[in-house]
């Protein structure tokens, strides 16, 4: 199912279960007032009572889930949800009112000489148990649709019948009472009812103002505070901010990440934590927002390389010194060829005092300009005879140092002015990057020397063990560019 098929599911599910405690509520209010009226029974007249202004909720509600599914607009972009809150609070103002009224009436009648005349026959007792049986299962119903659906309209609902239920019961208890001979039973069972349906409407107003208000859902912080800082990468939750809107919990979470990363490593985070998120709550809608921050372990070379990225400046060689507790770092930085000499002085200088904001005014900083060279070359194949000559020399140097091997994959470009030559080779898996560097770099500069028009060379080192022995170097087959 995609997910507006879902959705339109859960609307349908939810409207069929208020329309169903529509007709429910209406058939007990209606069997209820009969009985209270045929037995002159205040507390079966509250319940009555009670069952109506259920129907009326329960119409609202029904009413309420409808609109409450409609999408966001142009004028309500978090959607509708909040308008079941707001039939929640309205069916809140009912069940005091009705509770208000009972109480006073039952108070009445204790307070006069003369009791009213009960006639607690079977009729009043069977309409009770089928209201007892029907409250049981609505409400059990409704809780579950309510729940699965995060439903405060259907919540609503499922209480006013819970409250019936046991209003019910005190309702038979006090007609019991009345037909063994205590007479006040009826009007103590009122006060019962009243009690119970007051009780009901706090539990509901307050649930429904703290999401009117906008009161973080308290069981659902811890849960995803640590779904946020248990994802890697994440250094710390600086913020986070949720609330309810109908079924949906929206919110605002902002996490701290190394300053080191790149735009599209963050942002590989917020989808990590986003889809650890729906996971645990598919309804959460949660804006995500990565802070860089700085961290204690940073080296002087990631925290030069970042002030570049962020001036968008290529740099490389660097080198940091520490100089009578001085700082000193030296730089090479790449700009454009073409470039007039003041720009780009201009552009060093903007850098150096980056630097230094980074480092401390006390910061020695000395960048040297290198051209850089265009992004993409014109390049050709150069001709046999050519790429066999460097790939010799390659392979004759290479066994005269005797830690490259097996040299291979040999190529030679002609471009404008010389050559570019890129070749593997097999080093020791063992021998630092610093030794292999070293190596390549002693056989590549006595290649440049035998080939003067060679602009660059690139080695890559592959590596090798000690119990696998191969030949210290081996030409190419025949094409270039292999």
Known sequence: MTQAELQDASASRKQAVALASIVASAFLAFAKLAAGLWTGSLSLLSEAGHAGVDTGATIITYFAVREADKPA???????HGKVEALAALLETGLLFGLAVFVASEAARRLMTDEAPEIVAGWPAFAVLGVSILVDFLRSRQLARVAAEENSQALEADALHFASDLISSVLVVIGLGATRLGFAQGDAFAAIGVALFIAIAGYRLGRRTIETLLDAAPGELVP??????CGTPGVIALESLRLRSVGRKTIGEATVAVPRTLSVEQAERIKEAISAAILAYAPDAEITLTAAARALDDETVVE????????????????????????LSISLDLELDAAMPLGRAHELASEFENALRDEFGDGSEIETH????????????????AARKAVEEELVRRAAEHG????????????????????????????????????????????LREEFPQILRIGGHCEPFTQEAPAPIGRLSPGAAGA
């Open 403 to 446: 830690v490259l091997r097996r040299i291979h994959d040999v190529r030679v470009r002609g471009v404008d002015g010389g050559f570019v030559v890129n070749y593997h080779c097999e080093v020791d898996a063992k021998l630092s990057v610093a030794a292999a560097h070293k190596a390549v770099d002693a056989v590549e500069r006595q």
């Open 73 to 79: 607009d142009d004028e309500h972009h978090y959607g």
């Open 369 to 384: 300009l290198e051209p850089a060279a265009p992004h993409v070359l014109v390049g050709r194949d150069a001709e046999e």
């Open 303 to 326: 925290r030069t390389q970042i002030v570049a990225w962020r001036r968008h400046l290529p740099v490389h060689h660097i080198v940091a010194q520490e100089i009578d507790g001085r």
């Open 223 to 228: 849960h995803f505070t640590d779904i946020i």
